[in-house]
């Protein structure tokens, strides 16, 4: 699709993974790189599991905001 650029935001990664990210972007922000990283919920009080239909639900719901906001009201 030959974006002008990928920048990617992440709120915690270990220092391995953002050096590689580095290679493959045009800029990387990371709020947190701990050397001791086992996975992203060790950093959260709540990283439930989310179901594949929450996903849909709440990228359809994303999806119609977006249209609807691009679509000049009619008066």
Known sequence: MQPAGI????PVDPPDTVIR?????????CVEMPES????GQFYV??????D???NELLDR???EDREQATPAVM
């Not at 990210?21 to 922000?29: F, G, I, K, Y």
């Not at 709540?46 to 179901?51: E, G, I, K, R, W």
């Open 7 to 10: 920048v990617v935001g992440t």
């Open 37 to 40: 990283f086992y996975g992203v």
């Open 46 to 51: 709540d990283f439930s599991q989310v179901s």
């Open 53 to 55: 239909q929450e996903v």
């Open 21 to 29: 990210l580095q290679r493959e972007v045009n800029e990387l922000v």
């Open 62 to 64: 994303a999806f119609q």
